[in-house]
């Protein structure tokens, strides 16, 4: 009786902690409270080019916007990846543009403007290091602790590759790997900077398959179903150290976590099989002219083609994605698993106790890999569904 009485309430006990557990750990995983900061170039630009330039900008103007009816600055026909993904963070509000005055950045704010680089000097914008400048002097916004459990998005290097390509056209082995390696020092530069400022939970986007942008296929006459290949040889090789690179900051630095989300294969998949994520068309845009309809979108005296139905569309113009693309992307950092985003997803990430060391690596995905982790992963054997 004194034992059936004590397994009672032992499991009682159990009951009530059960209890009380899933909805704080269910609650903690939708929403840590923090913020999403977002830097790089126009993918992620939440209207900071169309502050910055005296002149307006094409994004400003129908039809980009058009599936909200809001030409709003971004590059897109509505909301953009970090959008959606603030919202699966629990974020109430939408991410707004740091360098429009008396937004509100209580959970976060865009400092991605178009045209960055993380070279040179690009014109009418800023670089990474610039955007990072900006974000320090806008840090009495948010303390210390808020800043630290905070998530840093990051997509940046497109437009160094672009105009190394345009000023390089024979650019030899050699040369490219010494560019790619200036631009992946400079990246970790600042990312280190961010990082001094108090930043400790970085997202890092690999780069598209730059050849297989519209625009590039257009420009450098492709045709329809190849892409521009020693473009993305340039983002192959970029993206192939990002990895290790970042392997090695947390190796070395109290508290540094990130993760590295896939862009470029989640666009090459896309590519070759549209059908299975219900696009019609991934190598023309839906807005602009030219031979793949990459040109001109939102620009004042070009008669533009505008598709039907952007929805289906990988690309809305010669280089951004879709709305509805950018929502799939969004999808894929929130929750993706290692073949996709590692060696944690976004909602992972957010949870991570700060000031800890992450105990896990990046880990290079070749297809050996990914079938080792399908053959680990079903052989629990209770994944039938
Ligand atoms: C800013 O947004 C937050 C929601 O994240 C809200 O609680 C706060 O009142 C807003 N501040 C202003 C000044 O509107
Ligand atoms: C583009 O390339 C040219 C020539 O290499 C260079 O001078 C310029 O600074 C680059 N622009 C940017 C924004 O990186
Ligand atoms: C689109 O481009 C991809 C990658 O270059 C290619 O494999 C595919 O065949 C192309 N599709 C069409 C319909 O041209
Ligand atoms: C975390 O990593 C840093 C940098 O390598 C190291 O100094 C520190 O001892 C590590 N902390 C723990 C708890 O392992």
């Not at 560019?179 to 992946?184: G, I, P």
Request: charged share 20%.
């Amino acid at each position: 009786m004194a034992i059936n009485c004590n397994l009672v309430s032992v499991i009682g006990l159990l009951l009530v902690l059960t209890l009380l557990q899933n909805p704080v750990t269910v609650a903690g995983q939708r929403n840590s409270g923090a913020a999403l900061f977002t830097f790089g170039d126009s993918n992620f630009d939440a209207g900071n080019k169309q502050t910055l330039t005296k002149t307006s900008v094409a994004q400003g103007f129908w039809p980009y916007g058009k599936s909200r009816d809001d030409p709003n600055g971004k590059f897109s026909d509505g909301f953009i990846a970090p959008d959606f993904l603030a919202k699966f963070m629990g974020i109430p509000i939408e991410i707004p543009p740091a360098l429009v005055p008396n937004v509100n950045v209580s959970r976060g704010a865009s400092f991605a403007v178009a045209d960055a680089t993380l070279l040179g000097a690009p014109v009418e914008s800023l670089t990474l290091s610039q955007q990072v400048r900006k974000f320090n002097q806008m840090k009495a916004n948010w303390n210390d602790d808020f800043i630290k459990k905070s998530a840093f998005l990051i997509y940046i290097g497109a437009n160094d590759y672009l105009n190394f390509s345009k000023n390089n056209p024979n650019a030899d082995a050699s040369a490219q790997q010494a560019f790619v390696t200036s631009v992946t020092n400079k990246l970790k530069n600042d990312i280190s900077l961010l990082y001094s400022s108090g930043a400790s939970k970085f997202i890092i986007q690999t780069l598209a398959p730059l050849g297989c942008l519209p625009i590039v296929r257009q420009e450098y006459k492709t045709g329809m179903e190849k892409c521009h290949e020693p473009l993305n040889d340039l983002a192959k090789q970029h993206n192939e150290k990002i990895g290790p690179m970042l392997n090695e900051m947390a190796k070395s630095a109290q508290g540094f976590q990130f993760t590295v989300f896939d862009f470029y294969d989640a666009i090459i998949r896309r590519t070759q099989k549209p059908s299975s994520y219900r696009l019609f068309m991934t190598n023309a845009s839906c807005c602009g002219i030219g031979t793949h309809d990459a040109f001109g979108c939102g620009l004042p005296n070009v008669h533009v083609r505008l598709c039907e139905y952007q929805r289906s569309y990988l690309f809305f113009d010669g280089r951004h994605n879709t709305e509805k693309a950018q929502e799939m992307f969004a999808h894929l950092l929130i929750g993706a698993d290692k073949n996709v985003i590692q060696p944690m997803n976004v909602r992972e990430l957010v949870v991570y106790p700060v000031d800890e060391n992450m105990t896990e690596e990046w880990v290079p995905t070749t297809p050996a890999t990914v079938q080792a982790r399908d053959s680990r992963s079903s052989s629990h054997g209770y994944e039938s569904y």
